[in-house]
């Protein structure tokens, strides 16, 4: 999400702009994102597996991705016609790169892994986020934090079970994604540290953001470049416009509800992606899967808490 709504999450930011608390509205809202994030997975499994054609290679599916989401949101620029004035473009451009890198990587792992699994991979992203904000951004991270982080890590661990027999390759995959997400994470945090101004309105935004990825996304595209079938367009075209609304719709739960909150709510994406998973492809989560998947979302959650937790202490 992150580019994807996972990787807002993990910054801690909410986006800007002020609205009154609503926090059932927040929730309902940030379940109805996190449904939708697993949709936009499985329809890529789908199209990475050959499903209505050829087996579509990663940078396509994360192409129609960028490229549906954009043309979605075109109408909505061309009529509320919101200013670029003063953007960190940079900025924008580096963050821009790890989205599509993240939700790249994430399509590639989606394809083979569970879906389960694969999601919960990229939910480490906070926890590494965490770990670069300490050279990038100078932050000092507390026993919580490294506790968090601990126990995400042991999850991870059970997930890709590393030396045993069942070691999962693509699951580095997955956890190449939580990188690209992590380092979004750190651009989020320097554009709302500096450069980009506060209050920038949430279609501003997504334009730049989907406009920037969808010119990388077809760049790479280029180089794997295949047609796809005339079934497969439509699915493209749900997964940009299914993601384009998620985002939408995080961007609102967090304008409603603290970050601490409402963020284990967006954790739900793991649990639709199981059921879809199981409903669509037969993959049904093992215990080691369901216990690695737990440990990662407790850290994840420990971190939003403690997100809340220490702007209070200080």
Known sequence: ??????????????????????????ALLMLTAAALVAVTTLLAKALGRGIGGEPLPAFMVSAGRFVFAWAALL?????LRPGFAGAAWRLHAARSFCGWGGVSAM????AVLPLA????????????????AIPLLGERIGPWRWGAAAAALAGALVLIRPGFAAFEPYALVALAAAAFMAFEVIFVKMLAGGGA?????????????????????LAAA???WIWPAPGQWPILAAIGMVMVTAQSLFIQAMRRADAS??????????????????????????????????????????????ERVRPIQA
Do not use: C, H
């Open 117 to 132: 699994d694969a999601t919960a991979i990229s939910f480490l992203n906070p926890m590494i986020a965490m770990v670069l």
């Open 1 to 26: 999400m992150p580019s994807d709504p996972a990787v807002r999450s993990a910054a801690g930011q909410t986006a800007p702009g002020p609205t009154a608390p609503a926090p059932l509205t927040a």
């Open 222 to 224: 280029s180089t794997v």
């Open 75 to 79: 109408p909505f620029v061309a009529v």
């Open 197 to 217: 101004k506060a209050g920038e309105p949430p279609l501003r935004i997504l334009f730049i953001n989907n406009t920037i990825g969808a010119s990388i996304a």
């Open 107 to 110: 399509f590639a792992a989606a």
């Open 261 to 306: 909150f409402v963020m284990p709510f967006f954790y739900a994406t793991l649990i639709f992606a199981a059921l879809y998973d199981a409903a669509v492809f037969g993959d049904v989560p093992t215990a080691l899967s369901v216990l690695g998947a737990a440990m990662i979302v407790a850290g994840a959650v420990v971190l939003a808490w403690r």
